[in-house]
């Protein structure tokens, strides 16, 4: 059952404009193009970040920490109670008025030292200054590299200034090993974000931090089996190129240099909407979109390809919202100081 699912899953008049097929991608003459078992190779990449991040950590990010001034406040551990623990745990972090008065009878503390202790425990649980830092830190690192990288491997590559040269000869591209390692290392780090994200720090926009890594793997994956890969590594150094300003932003936000992490993040906000709003789906996305029919007829791969890329141009958008309305904060908050 699972070997007819993949005959039909891999079936050449879904993934190939017509005429054209896996047979074409097919190592020759000293041409190597990129295969679909390429890709395991992002497991260990993955596991390889997972534990050069702990290092990175450790014996990188926490020095600096100490040395930028992030400062932990004390918190108050809750004392312990099984009750309160078990209903903490078990039922809600934030019982209702109800809920305090039953377990008033339970335990026999006032109403107060009730909501005190759920308070506390809350606390303890909330990740401290020091874990934000260094999580920041790594990203931060990883995203400035990866985009000098990938501006590297790109710099002297024709579909950088004309998108529409990303299609050339499609699918019949030769892989390069600039190419090759640009596409793995990304993949790998965008797994070890997926491996890592039950232990990261939760954040708000926790789901669609899912939504984007997954999509992002997928885009990665689809894209490489197919020898979408010119276009891939375009998309990729779009989002790398303002992710950087965002981690060191935080960074100095927890640090508390308040007055470095709001000037950084206005130039986060603006080049986040160029790249996002503009490059992304007024050059990158008309180049796989609109341009592409003009040379072949449309097929499945071509809906799909283009239906992940909306899906994070969705998010670009929601993401677009927020940043935009922190940046209005800032300035007003910086005029106010300067009157």
Wanted: glycine content about 4%; aromatic content about 18%.
């Amino acid at each position: 059952m699972l070997s007819d699912l993949g005959e039909w899953f891999w079936q050449e008049h879904l993934w190939f404009p017509k005429g054209l097929g896996w047979a074409d991608l097919e190592d020759r003459d000293g041409r190597v193009y990129a295969k679909a078992q390429d890709l395991w190779v992002a497991l260990p990449i993955a596991v390889a970040f997972l534990i050069i991040r702990q290092i990175f950590e450790r014996f990188v990010a926490t020095p600096l920490a100490f040395y930028l001034g992030v400062k932990e406040t004390v918190r108050l551990k809750a004392p312990h109670n099984p009750t309160l623990e078990s209903y903490y745990c078990n039922v809600t972090k934030t019982p209702s008025q109800t809920s305090v008065a039953s377990l008033c009878k339970q335990t026999g503390h006032s109403e107060r030292q009730v909501q005190r202790w759920f308070r506390r425990r809350r606390n303890q649980d909330r990740p401290s200054l020091l874990k934000k830092f260094r999580e920041a830190s790594w990203r931060f690192t990883f995203y400035l590299l990866a985009f000098i990288a990938g501006l590297a491997s790109l710099i002297d590559k024709p579909w950088l200034y004309d998108l529409k040269a990303m299609w050339d000869g499609f699918p019949v591209l030769t892989l390069l090993p600039s190419q090759y390692w640009y596409y793995m290392i990304e993949l790998g780090f965008y797994g070890s974000l997926l491996f890592s994200v039950a232990s990261d720090v939760k954040r708000k926009d926790f789901k669609e931090q899912i939504v984007h890594h997954v999509a992002t793997i997928l885009l990665i994956s689809f894209s490489w089996c197919v020898n979408y890969i010119r276009a891939g590594t375009l998309i990729m150094l779009v989002h790398d190129s303002a992710d950087y300003f965002l981690e060191s932003a935080k960074m100095f936000n927890y640090a508390g240099w308040r007055n470095a992490c709001n000037y950084i993040f206005i130039m986060f906000a603006a080049v986040f909407i160029v790249t996002r709003l503009v490059i992304f789906p007024f050059r990158i996305i008309y180049c796989t979109w609109i341009y592409p029919v003009t040379v072949y007829e449309p097929f499945f791969g071509y809906y799909f390809f283009n239906g992940l890329l909306m899906i994070l141009q969705c998010l670009h958008i929601f993401w677009a919202v927020l940043i935009i309305k922190i940046a209005v904060r800032f300035l007003t908050n910086n005029e106010k100081g300067g009157r």
